[in-house]
């Protein structure tokens, strides 16, 4: 009789290829149509051939049953078996079958061999021993018996420090209860420069002197003809620092500096924390510097008077502007606000007689110098929460821009009087608060914005229109956190077209940059500029840079051709 094959499983595993069941049904046999032909048998015959006496045995249900069955199968194995540990039948049956049912046949043997070794029954009868047992009781502790106290109080450690003894064990004296001091309260009227207290010292007089002298000289305002881009980078490189030129002008943090308009003597003030102003003669060969408090408060503002410099104009937070007259030698009250938020002021006439100030909670007034009141000639609330600067366009001076919360906007200074005080012109982008907004100083087409989202922005103002374009946009760290003052981007005041402002970036340096976003130059020098300097100035005629930093120091870079005057 001729080999048979068993058909091939139907329960293949899935994703097996086409071509592989092709061939299995290729090998496989069907039942002819027309009776029993020779060499076939039914599957159920066959199966029953297979798992006769001497063949392999069927898959096991239990463990025991698998050991019992493969027990009982092994002497029937033959010794000489040259394939393994399989019985001979497996090896005379298996040339019968596929490739896969042999290996299949082959791991249900392994498999019920395992599970015999497991002893699966014994371990399951153990178990159940196990959970027939008892709970086991809980042994409980005897309770400790109560600490009886003898009456006597154990010995505390005490700090002798608290009790007010010495290592020796000497009372300490007392110390005095001090009384609260109270606020200093706004002084309204002119203040000297010089106390009746104060001794005048050689260094102050000859400053005062100084000032006094540089401001009576006729100044010559050459029309602005700003240089080439390539050459004005040049000059810039050719400005240096040395240790002359980096002094202690304040006690506290700078909040604002002004530069004397002298073509021939460089005078610088710088305005601080809790009121101080500072004078620094650059041009003195010894440290010819004075410190003036004329407020309270932290001094935002400070600007020289366009028609006569020998008056310092000051803003402070406790609410006041006050000018200090070097003739006079007095600083005089020129406003005086209701409350301690003034934030900034800028001059709307050419020759300083009137004034735009803006407060912190959103209001601007218009003072006028030439009267003898102090609270101003207009006030008007915009209708915003936060306004830090004010500043009024060079040419069509009615226009002035604040820096708010979220915007920078244009104002006319003649709508402020309507009950609705609409701004012309909204610059839009900033998605947080704006430190400062300020128009480019000859032409007023540029307007500058520090955001503390990390952007500084140029905007078209060649025409008010109610959005302004944004011409450029750059990533700048303006995260300058709690003890450093807010960066300011300004302008420099011979150029339409390049701007100066502080960086957090290590080594540390001053940034300038054209209205393009391009970077023009940086002012660094490892041995004499190592602190952050948020507010910096530039002369209005020559290439002098002033840089304050949050301890009160100036850093002063300056063309090698000027260190002679």
């Known amino acids: ?36 032909t020779p060499g076939w048998e039914p599957p159920t015959r066959r199966l029953k051939r297979m798992t006769g006496p001497g063949s392999i045995p069927p898959v096991p249900t ?61 371990t399951a009868k153990k178990l159940r021993e196990i959970g027939k047992r008892g709970p086991v009781k809980r042994v409980i502790a005897p309770r400790r018996e109560k600490f009886k106290s003898s009456g006597e109080q154990p010995m505390v450690r005490r700090s002798m420090r608290l ?8 009372p300490l004296p007392e110390i005095p209860i001090e009384t609260p001091v109270e606020s200093e309260e706004r002084i309204s009227g002119p203040l000297k420069m010089i106390g009746n207290e104060e001794e005048v010292s050689k260094v102050t007089e000859n400053l005062m002197n100084t000032w006094l002298k540089i401001s009576q000289d006729t100044v010559r305002i050459k029309e602005k003809q700003p240089l080439e881009l390539k050459k004005y980078k040049s000059s810039l490189n050719e400005m240096t620092i040395q240790k002359s030129f980096v002094a202690k002008v304040t006690t506290n943090r700078v909040c604002s500096l002004a530069f004397h308009p002298s073509q021939h003597r460089f005078l610088v003030a710088a305005g601080s924390t809790y009121g101080y102003v500072g004078l620094w003669d650059l041009s003195s060969q010894a440290d010819a510097i004075h410190q003036f408090k004329p407020h309270l408060g932290s001094v935002n503002c400070l600007h020289f008077s366009p028609s006569n410099s020998a008056e310092l104009l000051s803003l402070s937070n406790d609410g006041t502007i006050r000018c200090g007259n070097v003739a006079a030698a007095v600083f005089d009250e020129v406003y005086t606000s209701d409350s301690w938020n003034t934030s900034s002021f800028d001059f709307l006439a050419e020759d300083g007689s009137t004034l735009i100030v803006s407060h912190w909670d959103g209001d601007v007034t218009v003072v006028d110098r030439r009267t003898p009141s102090t609270s101003g000639e207009l006030g008007a609330d915009l209708g915003i929460s936060h306004l830090r600067t004010v500043s009024v366009h060079p040419v069509h001076r009615h226009y002035f821009v604040t820096a708010e919360d979220r915007c920078a906007t244009i104002y006319d200074v003649r709508n402020l009087k309507a009950s609705h005080k609409r701004a012309l012109a909204h ?6 608060k704006v430190n400062s907004a300020f128009f480019s100083p000859i032409t007023g087409n540029r307007v500058v914005t520090v955001c503390m989202d990390n952007r500084i922005r140029i905007f078209d103002t060649s025409a008010i229109i109610p959005k302004i374009p944004v011409v450029a946009s750059i ?73 304050g930093n949050s301890s009160g120091r100036l850093h002063v870079f300056m063309d090698n051709s000027l260190r002679w005057y």
């Open 1 to 36: 009789m001729e080999p048979v094959r068993m058909e091939p499983v139907r329960s293949l595993p899935a994703g097996g290829s086409g071509r592989r069941q092709q061939q299995r049904a290729g090998r496989s046999r069907k039942r002819p149509s027309g009776g029993e």
């Open 62 to 122: 239990t463990p025991i049953e698998a050991g019992s069955r493969s027990s009982n199968q092994s002497d029937s194995a033959s010794s000489g078996d040259e394939e393994g540990d399989f019985p001979l039948a497996f090896h005379q049956q298996s040339e019968e079958l596929s490739v896969y049912e042999k290996k299949r046949l082959k791991n249900i043997q392994e498999n019920a061999q395992f599970f015999a070794s497991l002893n699966m029954l014994e």
């Open 163 to 170: 009790l007010r003894l010495d290592p020796a064990g000497t």
């Open 427 to 432: 610059m839009n982008g900033h998605t947080k």
């Open 475 to 547: 990533i700048h760290n303006n995260h300058t956190g709690r003890w450093l003052t807010k960066f300011q981007a300004v302008w420099d005041p011979k150029r339409d077209d390049c701007f100066v402002v502080g960086s957090m970036v290590r080594p540390r340096q001053i940034e300038v940059f054209h209205d393009t976003g391009a970077r023009v130059h940086e002012f660094s020098d490892a041995e004499w500029l190592g602190s952050v300097c948020s507010i910096n100035v530039m002369h209005t005629t020559q290439n002098v840079l002033v840089g």
